[in-house]
């Protein structure tokens, strides 16, 4: 399809477990952006990028997370040794990103990667 | 720092009423954007409408439109003939004009549409 795509959709691990959620934003968009959404709270910022450059990660919640775009097209969050309290919903959305209209531009939101650690 | 408050946890509404889910705002920019989004219980969130602190007219799309009231910093969806399909969470958020395009989220307002 034409929109943002997560996989895998639904993860489970065990706490210490290292895990990776992939990101395919609409084609030809220049912004990614990763969200974190506890349950019953709005999602929450974590790392933005423009092409392949990394422009902001202040909402990384601890050194175990990264995020890498390396090619300007898809993303991986990543999150090592996971820990109960990173079990949330992460949202991947992509915008056109173009310079100057960048803040008039909504974001497109995948269907998110439901992430339990036990 | 950017703060979004939606004050209402939950409401219902009668199926074909019109509907007000409140949003207000804290910033000390002068170039943003608000937005409205819904997210359904499936979880994927849908982008509804769109409003720049510079537009000087509410937006409108279909049956959504946004009462801007820029003094007040608020920015309430309005929701008109509401359907069934209508029930989900919908979440207000704004982004900082020219200092980076993430969106901060208010906590959400779950609307259910009685039949």
């Known amino acids: 399809g034409a929109g943002v795509s997560q996989s895998p959709r639904y993860k489970v691990a065990k706490r210490g477990q290292d895990v990776a959620l992939r990101c395919d934003p609409i084609s030809g968009h220049v912004s990614l952006f990763w969200y974190q959404q506890a349950l019953g709270q709005g999602p929450e910022f974590l790392t933005y990028f423009q092409n392949e450059a990394q422009l902001d990660k202040s909402g990384l919640p601890s050194d175990r997370f990264f995020a890498e775009r390396p090619e300007g097209s898809v993303s991986t969050l990543k999150i090592q040794r996971t820990q109960q309290e990173d079990s949330a919903v992460y949202l991947c959305?992509?915008?056109?990103?173009?310079?100057?209209?960048?803040?008039?531009?909504?974001?497109?939101f995948g269907d998110g990667t439901r992430l339990s650690i036990l | 720092a950017q703060k979004i408050t939606q004050t209402q946890p939950g409401m219902f509404v009668q199926e074909k009423e019109a509907v007000t889910l409140d949003c207000t705002y804290d910033t000390s920019d002068q170039s943003y954007g608000l937005f409205w989004y819904k997210q359904p219980s499936s979880g994927e969130m849908i982008f509804l409408i769109y409003q720049g602190s510079y537009d000087e007219q509410n937006a409108t799309e279909g049956r959504y439109s946004l009462n801007f009231q820029k003094a007040r910093k608020s920015a309430n969806l309005v929701i008109s003939a509401s359907q069934l399909g209508d029930s989900a969470m919908y979440f207000c958020a704004m982004n900082r004009g020219n200092a980076g395009n993430m969106l901060t989220f208010g906590g959400g307002t779950r609307l259910m549409v009685k039949p």
């Open positions: 959305a992509s915008s056109p990103g173009d310079r100057g209209l960048m803040w008039v531009q909504p974001q497109h």
